[in-house]
């Protein structure tokens, strides 16, 4: 933004303008999405719920941050030591738990991870600027850049800014010239700002006015659409309006000491009448002597937000809000707090689906003239803190009227940062999200889910290891990745060989956030460990099946019957060494039989047991030779009945499978 004489947007970006942030969504996902909307105090009882499961690392990191934003660092600290120690933490957070120890009083520890984080990252100015500013939750935020932006097609060589999406329109303010209208603005001898309106996405249609009385020889910028209980369409918009000799925050006083006609700001009120958009009247919260604009109002339409310096406030102009009445009155203003208003200007305010309010300020620490912030609120909607938005949204110049679209990835920002094309210029940005890494892993024969397989990822360049986590009992498991970074999946289950699998998030799509990698594991060729069985034992001289066997025979029956149909499998028996090798060979052949019979009775078909066979005393497992060396416990160790696999299926489908979204 210009000098005050020579934009004309200067006296509505002095004042007011738009901002929103949409987000993301359930479990970790809702968790994920509610942090990236600001919503710390929704976000932090969704990762509470992460703090003992499969993802607990990454919780912890979020309850922290979380916790940082909403001034609480007390609560932050217990988070921060869960995971601040672990080798692979990222060390941006050795700077924000040294804040967050400083901010709680604790300065030798705060010191000791500030000189830390400094001896890694000694470019970083930030150490030393922030713990003069104190200015911890903006710099949490700001370390993660997220958004891209590129100039709209439809700039000109004047002011556009105050982008508005409403019904697959984009509205916006325009001071471009028209040949139907050539009387410009004195102030800085650029036409009148008027509302005008293209196709949102298009990148050829040229913009034209909007039709209806709304547009005038006056100033008018910052359209927005709402309705009443008779559910007429009603548009609230800002145009400005002379007064004389009244001080305001957009006066310009002369040599003399004389204060000059100026330029007030109002809102005003239209209805759409037999199809035509007819202004009815301001509202009655306007005043002559002070300025009113750029009302925003939430999505369920129940509160008027706008920016105003109206007496009494806490500085240039600040943010208020005012209750909509169900038949379209409009309450007394209400002002949205020192948290949120400073000495400074505050304007441009925006409140998105989640009830968080945006807008731009000068009075928050930020790169330059006016940026773009967020409020953060705790569980009762009190605001507790403000967050800049972070580069390359903001910039050393104005940056102002942030609105996003339904969809969280697309929206717009006004700014007249360098390089651009007028005195203020709309800039489309695209919203990098969180990218989560989500699967299940399943059985590679009966393609079942796996509960309990253990997922560690890990870096393909560094080898070191990202995080880790354990399937659910469906079989699925998920974590938050980086983008552009090779990795590496490990699973690993004691019934189940460890497999590997690679894959690379250089390529992914800045709209994809899930990335999802199925996993097929085959089991072991091991009865004992599929079935997590026991030994099975018999009596000294006995074959008949004691109750602690049957149990165990049980596990075999279910495995073989439920979870591996096609399995087929040898009974092998055993005794100990007492007694000559006649005696142990039929004891032990009994012992199989019993075994066999046993299985066979319980519904295992004898199409699955290839044979039974005692083998006596000729592969005992221990040193044993008879009871002259060897105690009753070991020698029972020798009792026993094996089931070496043969066969477990005759297909054996893909083991990978993997996809993104």
């Not at 509302?195 to 927005?224: A, C, D, L, Y």
């Not at 700001?265 to 002559?288: E, Y």
């Not at 018999?538 to 495995?559: C, G, N, Q, Y």
Request: proline share 4%; with cysteine.
């Amino acid at each position: 933004m210009k000098h005050y004489s020579t934009t004309p947007v200067f006296m509505l970006l002095a004042l007011f303008g738009a901002l929103t942030l949409n987000a993301q969504s359930i479990n970790q996902k809702r968790a994920d999405q509610l942090f990236y909307k600001f919503a710390y105090a929704k976000a932090i009882p969704e990762y509470e719920k992460m703090t003992d499961g499969k993802n607990a690392l990454h919780a912890h990191q979020r309850l922290a941050e979380c916790y940082l934003f909403l001034r609480d660092f007390e609560k932050a600290l217990p988070h921060f030591e869960q995971f601040i120690n672990e080798p692979d933490t990222p060390t941006n957070y050795y700077f924000e738990y040294a804040m967050a120890l400083k901010s709680s009083g604790k300065e030798k520890a705060a010191l000791k991870w500030l000189k830390r984080y400094g001896k890694l990252h000694k470019k970083d100015s930030r150490v030393k600027q922030f713990l003069k500013d104190g200015n911890l939750a903006s710099v949490v935020f700001n370390s993660k850049e997220q958004y891209d932006l590129e100039p709209v097609h439809f700039n000109t060589e004047y002011s556009e800014f105050g982008a508005f999406v409403h019904d697959g329109q984009l509205y916006f303010s325009s001071s471009r010239k028209e040949k139907s209208f050539e009387n410009n603005y004195s102030w800085n001898d650029e036409p009148w700002l008027d509302i005008f309106q293209i196709t949102e996405g298009s990148t050829t249609e040229v913009p034209r006015k909007f039709e209806g009385e709304i547009n005038s020889k006056f100033h008018e910028s910052s359209m927005v659409f709402s309705t009443d209980y008779k559910n007429d369409t009603i548009i609230y918009f800002t145009r400005s309006n002379y007064f004389n000799d009244k001080e305001s925050f957009s006066t310009r006083r002369t040599e003399d000491r004389n204060i000059e006609k100026r330029n007030n700001l109002k809102i005003f009120r239209a209805d759409k009448i037999d199809g035509q958009w007819k202004v009815i009247r301001g509202l009655k919260t306007n005043a002559d002597h002070y300025s009113n604009g750029h009302s925003s109002v939430n999505s369920s339409r129940t509160l008027l937000y706008f920016a105003s310096d109206q007496p009494g406030g806490y500085g240039g102009t600040d943010i208020y809000y005012c209750k909509i009445h169900p038949r379209g009155g409009i309450g007394h203003p209400i002002n949205a707090g020192p948290i949120v208003n400073t000495p400074g200007n505050e304007m441009f305010p925006y409140v998105n689906n989640e009830g968080q309010l945006f807008f731009s300020s000068d009075g928050h620490v930020g790169y330059g003239q006016l940026d773009v912030f967020a409020t953060v609120a705790d569980e009762n909607g009190i605001i507790k803190e403000v967050v800049n938005l972070g580069k390359p949204l903001n910039s050393e110049k104005d940056d102002f009227g942030y609105y996003a679209l339904d969809n969280g990835i697309d929206g717009y920002v006004s700014s007249n940062r360098k390089g651009g094309k007028g005195s203020d210029d709309i800039y489309k940005f695209k919203f990098t999200p969180s990218l989560d890494l989500q699967g299940t892993v399943i059985d590679a024969v009966n393609l079942q889910p796996l509960d309990s397989v253990q997922i560690s990822l890990y870096d393909q360049t560094t080898g070191n290891l990202v995080n880790r986590v354990i399937t659910d009992k469906n079989g699925k498991y998920e974590m938050s990745i980086d983008r552009h970074r090779a990795y590496m999946i490990e699973a690993v289950r004691k019934t189940h060989p460890h497999k590997h699998l690679y894959f690379n998030t250089s390529t992914t799509p800045r709209s994809t956030k899930r990335i999802y990698k199925d996993i097929q594991l085959k089991p072991v060729l091991n009865l004992k460990i599929l079935a997590n069985l026991n030994r099975i034992y018999f009596d000294f001289d006995k074959s008949d099946i004691r109750p602690d066997a049957a149990r165990e025979l049980d596990k075999v029956v279910k495995l073989m019957i439920e979870a591996y149909p096609e399995m087929i499998i040898r009974l092998e028996s055993h005794t100990d060494p007492v007694g000559g090798h006649t005696y142990n060979d039929n004891l032990s052949e009994a012992r199989a039989k019993s075994t066999y019979e046993y299985l066979i009775a319980n519904g295992v078909p004898k199409s699955q047991i290839l044979s039974y066979k005692g083998y006596g005393k000729r592969k005992p497992i221990n040193d044993c030779k008879g009871r002259g060396n060897c105690s009753a416990e070991e020698l029972e160790l020798n009792r026993r009945t094996e089931f070496p696999i043969i066969q477990i299926s005759e297909k054996q489908p893909n083991t990978t499978l993997a996809k993104e979204r």
